[in-house]
């Protein structure tokens, strides 16, 4: 989350209640490994963003 949140520029506690939020939706899965949380998109999240394609 930390790294997210560096790349989006905003605090991680920002992040997290967005993925929670993506997460209930169905967009993305979390996966924890180690100290990390690794954080991808579903199906689902991919083909919400394919309505958006030009």
């Known amino acids: 989350m930390s790294r997210l949140a560096g790349q989006a520029g905003t605090v991680p506690s920002a992040i997290t209640y ?3 939020r ?3 939706a169905g967009l993305i899965t979390r996966e924890r ?3 990390e949380v ?4 579903t ?3 991919d083909a919400l963003l394919d309505l958006f394609e030009l």
């Open 22 to 24: 993506l997460a209930a």
């Open 43 to 45: 199906r689902r999240g």
């Open 33 to 35: 490994r180690g100290r």
């Open 18 to 20: 967005h993925c929670d």
């Open 38 to 41: 690794w954080v991808s998109r």
